[in-house]
């Protein structure tokens, strides 16, 4: 009997270390690859070869083309307008982007091309997303690199200034109202 | 005692650690260069023929594999490992000493958990990576991998062709070795071994992606869908949701259950059962006699798990030697399974020994060499923060250099640790061993009755 009570006790002594084991190991575990580089709008973030800004965050209900309505949503359109500069010798390259909300992620509305950026230029375009308009809480725009070979990358977040006290003040924003989107233009860095 | 075993693992790993600090970094660096410049040479070998490149990738991770080998046995020696053998057993045999004969044992063990474990996966997205710099996304140049899904895919029996003829090509290279002794011709046997297992791992998983696409295509799929809506109506009538009780439990199996049992679990055994192999078929047979709670003198050749094939088959045999087409048969049985027997068996044998070390012992290492995994993932994080984000081609160019960091100072512990468990297991073994003859000896219990009264006696 005391033979088997201890080894009942050996069992879940070492089901304990496993389990501590599997906690340790999961806590270890790097959640993300890439470094978070935090900014506000209106304020350039420094990143490898150059810098990214949001500049405007517009919200609409349906988008404009040459001032016809092209595309209608039942949720709310948000157009991010950022500006990269390639201040250093190489190309400054975004190639993807998304908005987070608290543990909502919203991809792109089209798949848009890469922002590239040559040395001594910077490139201005809006990027578009359609989100659901009661998750927009501390809306956040995410931009990284996107290149076939990614090892720990630098991933620019800014927050959109929606927090949730104004979240109400944005939706109201969006109702009825267009949004045209600009074309992408790249010039020299003034 | 759960202290003492933690403490036994702990303490000693690090003892031995430091004592052969640079001995074992030495060696692992050789290893890692080897490595690393064979697989430098496998991305140019790839201009051409991916062939090539295949057989020098398989050539890095024999690199790899002595330099893990030479470690262990380094450890294994400060450990006085093959000092529990009592001193008329310690015989030396060829196969527990030459390398390349424990690299030929252990090489399809260790590639196998290399490959169940990820890293050759993560060794050849590496030579993949590396070719791709070399010949960008759109060239026509052949990769490694399309060689192989090419192969796979286009010409399955080619590959099946390929296999056999690399067999047999080693068996007979694996003879004529045996008969002359030439060492060389024992490297090159475990070359094409390691070709071959990198051949069937590689070319293997192809051939099943194959397989399940075509499966996916057939119309018994489209029934099992059929029988899983008719389940799920059923359930439905009962207000369960079957399908989603099915997928809540998968992803729980899938995204807890299973990753413990693989990484936290079945690694650390996995490896220390593998380990096990390079320390010698004679110590391993001692340690399953001592499981056994055997006394040592009761071994005789050819009967623990870890003889020789040709010492199990003389133990085996009864009667006369066979002749005509029973040699004939007995010969082919030899070629085939006394390869399966002397080199793959052993390693599921290493591991039902470590299995059976105790609760407290099993808990304690897995305890530990979790810690040694855990330490390297926050080396990872460490590394990363200091480094900083960059861009792929950064990686691809300085990523050797901050592996070798973490590795060669994870890695040397790890052999280590492997080293320190494998010999407390064989103290536990011949703690065990020792306890039973005395339990033996003593007498039986039986219900001890007080002696009649003397006075009761005298009233009679």
């Known amino acids: 009997m005391r033979i088997a009570r201890s080894r009942l006790v050996s069992v879940l002594a070492a089901f304990a270390l496993i389990g501590l084991a599997a906690a340790g190991l999961r806590l270890s575990e790097p959640e993300e690859n890439f470094q978070v580089i935090s900014g506000a709008v209106g304020t350039p973030v420094k990143i490898n070869n150059g810098e990214v800004a949001v500049t405007q965050v517009r919200v609409g209900s349906f988008l404009k083309e040459y001032d016809q309505i092209a595309n209608r949503t039942p949720g709310m359109f948000v157009a991010v307008t950022v500006t990269g500069a390639a201040t250093g010798a190489k190309e400054l390259r975004l190639g993807d982007a998304h908005l987070l909300s608290k543990q909502v992620r919203y991809d792109r509305y089209k798949i848009a091309g890469v922002l590239l950026t040559s040395p001594g230029f910077e490139t201005t375009a809006d990027l578009l997303f359609e989100v659901d308009p009661a998750q927009i809480d501390d809306l956040t725009i995410e931009m990284w690199p996107n290149e076939v070979i990614m090892g720990y990358h630098e991933r620019v977040r800014i927050k959109l200034g929606v927090p949730a006290a104004n979240a109400e003040q944005w939706r109201a924003a969006a109702k009825d109202r267009g949004i045209e989107v600009s074309r992408q233009t790249m010039r020299a860095i003034p | ?460």
């Open chain 2, 1 to 460: 005692m759960l202290w003492t075993e933690l403490r036994v693992l702990i303490v000693d790993t690090g003892r031995v650690w430091w004592r052969l600090l640079p001995v074992i970094m030495g060696v692992y660096l050789l290893g890692w260069l080897g490595s690393e410049v064979t697989l430098r040479v496998a991305t140019i070998a790839g201009d051409i023929s991916a062939w090539l490149a295949l057989a020098l990738f398989a050539f890095s991770f024999v690199c790899t594999l002595a330099a893990a080998i030479v470690i262990l046995t380094l450890a294994g020696r400060e450990l006085g490992i093959s000092q529990l053998l009592p001193e008329d057993e310690r015989e030396i045999d060829d196969r527990d000493t030459s390398l390349s004969h424990l690299l030929g044992i252990t090489l399809l063990p260790f590639l196998a958990l290399y490959a169940a474990f990820g890293q050759v996966a993560e060794a050849a997205h590496r030579l993949v990576t590396q070719q791709w710099v070399r010949y960008g996304f759109l060239s026509d140049q052949q990769t490694i991998l399309g060689a192989l899904y090419d192969l796979a895919t286009n010409h399955l029996w080619w590959l099946v062709a390929l296999l056999v003829g690399i067999y047999v090509l080693r068996r007979l290279l694996d003879y004529v070795a045996e008969r002359t002794g030439l060492r060389i011709l024992g490297l090159v046997v475990v070359l094409i071994e390691a070709f071959f297992m990198l051949l069937v791992i590689m070319g293997g998983i192809r051939v099943f992606q194959t397989f399940r696409v075509w499966l996916l295509d057939r119309a018994v799929m489209q029934w099992l869908a059929e029988i899983q809506d008719a389940m799920a109506r059923f359930f439905a009538i009962f207000k369960i949701d079957l399908p989603e009780i099915l997928t809540l439990t998968w992803t729980f199996f899938s995204d807890e259950v299973w990753p413990i049992l693989i990484d936290v679990v079945a690694q650390p055994l996995f490896w220390l059962a593998v380990a096990a192999l390079v320390f010698g078929s004679r110590v391993l047979s001692l340690a399953e006699l001592w499981r056994k709670g055997q006394p040592y003198a009761a071994r005789v050749p050819g009967a623990t798990a870890f003889a020789r094939y040709s010492e199990k088959l003389a133990f085996r045999r009864l009667g006369p030697p066979p002749k005509g087409i029973r040699l004939v048969a007995a010969r082919f049985q030899e070629a085939f399974f006394g390869d399966i027997d002397d080199k793959y068996l052993p390693a599921l044998h290493a591991l039902r020994l470590v299995v059976r070390a105790g609760p407290i012992f099993l808990g304690s290492y897995i305890f530990a060499y979790n810690l040694v995994v855990i330490a390297k993932n926050y080396l990872d994080t460490l590394i990363n923060r200091i480094v900083g984000g960059h861009e792929g081609p950064f990686w691809v160019r300085w990523e050797p250099v901050f592996d070798v960091i973490q590795d060669a100072l994870v890695e040397p512990i790890r052999l280590c640790l492997l080293a320190v468990a494998f010999r407390r297991c064989l103290e536990l073994f011949a703690r065990r061993a020792n306890a039973q003859p005395r339990r033996a000896v003593a007498p039986p219990r039986t219900p001890v009755t007080p002696p009649a009264p003397v006075h009761a006696e005298a009233h009679s």
